[in-house]
């Protein structure tokens, strides 16, 4: 079974700063695909970014970036020039390649609160 | 293109009785997955379609059901309901399931038992 794990519950940033938001997994697989997925007060879960694993290099996606070790089981997202609009929960989710595969995992989340 | 629709958007339901939540996919996508939001327990996977039958089901009871139709369209019954199954019941598309595909989330229904 797979488990994701994100360490901060909630956090700040202030506005045009940098923020960066971790998340951690455990998983036996060696290839799987890793998301980032937004939800704003609306709740509308909005796809950030994702990474496949068997790349090395790291996603970005505008002011959105990851930081992927794949040793380390690491995923972590960095936000460059942060907008109120970024204001919303952040969910880590894992999901193995292949058939059979068909359920994200997710973390716990992350509240992130951009300050004007 | 249109998103991923779910209807209701909001409702409340009396103990013991039974919900029916619909989804419709975002246009071509064939597989359409079901997961449950609460504050205490996260998001969890309920169940996954593809081409009406049921792939894969999360560790629910039987009191959670699905079904999709031959247009992609899906519903999830709950049936004698409890007040543990306040939620936010969130449906997601992806054009065949297969992981690599991306999954698209609609804006969910919120449901409140009391």
């Known amino acids: 079974a797979q488990t994701v794990t994100q360490s901060q519950p909630e956090m700040s940033v202030q506005e045009a700063e940098t923020v960066t938001l971790s998340c951690t997994y455990d998983?036996?697989?060696?290839?799987?695909?890793l998301f980032w997925y937004k939800q704003p007060p609306s709740r509308q879960m909005i796809l950030v970014i994702r990474?496949?694993?068997?790349?090395?290099q790291n996603a970005t996606e505008n002011r959105f970036s990851v930081n992927f070790q794949k040793a380390a089981k690491s995923f972590s997202l960095k936000i460059s020039d942060s907008q109120l609009g970024d204001t919303a929960m952040y969910f880590c989710?894992?999901?193995?390649?292949?058939?059979?595969?068909?359920?994200?995992?997710f973390g716990k989340g992350t509240k992130l609160s951009v300050i004007p | 293109k249109a998103g991923v629709t779910q209807t209701p958007r909001y409702l409340i339901k009396t103990r013991g009785q039974q919900v029916t939540l619909s989804c419709s996919p975002i246009s071509g996508h064939r597989s359409v997955s079901w997961y449950q939001q609460t504050p205490g327990q996260g998001l969890q996977f309920l169940f996954e379609y593809f081409s009406e039958t049921q792939r894969n089901k999360g560790n629910f009871p039987g009191r959670f059901s699905g079904r999709q139709f031959s247009n992609s369209r899906s519903e999830m019954n709950v049936s004698t309901l409890e007040l543990g199954d306040s939620a936010l019941y969130l449906c997601?598309?992806?054009?065949?399931?297969?992981?690599?595909?991306?999954?698209?989330f609609g804006e969910g229904s919120w449901l409140t038992v009391v």
């Open positions: 997601a598309s992806s054009l065949a399931g297969f992981s690599g595909n991306t999954i698209y």
């Open positions: 989710a894992f999901i193995p390649s292949g058939a059979g595969s068909y359920q994200l995992t």
């Open positions: 998983t036996s697989e060696n290839n799987y695909y």
């Open positions: 990474q496949e694993a068997y790349k090395q």
